[in-house]
């Protein structure tokens, strides 16, 4: 079962920038399409942004102009680079591998972000 690891999450206020990062444990990393998720207390798991194999990228309304997804393959490793953020932005982040936005492995620990003043 593939297992993936979710870091950088942290306390920023409003108008920051934090930069998350995933690290998935498959050889196959690079013919997935990944993904990034959050969910804010109280709501369900929303789909944030996502990278094809070949680089093709998509963001949700709420983020896009201000997130972006890249993807390093050599160390089969996702980020998610977040400027401008809101308190709106506030949800434990989590990544994974998907196919029309269906999450395919199971979830990790996640990585909370905050943003507070």
């Known amino acids: 079962q593939v297992q993936d690891v979710e870091s950088g999450g942290g306390l920023v206020q409003p108008g920051g920038s934090l930069r998350l990062s995933c690290a998935a444990s498959?050889?196959?990393?690079?013919?997935?399409?990944m993904a990034w998720y959050r969910q804010a207390p109280g709501k369900e798991r929303e789909l944030v942004a996502t990278?094809?194999?070949?680089?093709?990228?998509n963001y949700a309304g709420s983020v896009a102009g201000r997130f972006t997804i890249s993807r390093d393959n050599a160390k089969n490793t996702v980020f998610l680079h977040m400027n401008r953020l809101k308190p709106a932005d506030t949800a434990v982040y989590y990544c994974?591998?998907?196919?029309?936005?269906?999450?395919?492995?199971?979830w990790g620990q996640g990585t909370q972000v905050t943003v507070s003043s």
């Open positions: 498959t050889s196959l990393f690079s013919i997935y399409t």
């Open positions: 994974n591998a998907a196919r029309s936005g269906i999450p395919l492995w199971d």
């Open positions: 990278i094809a194999s070949g680089g093709m990228t």
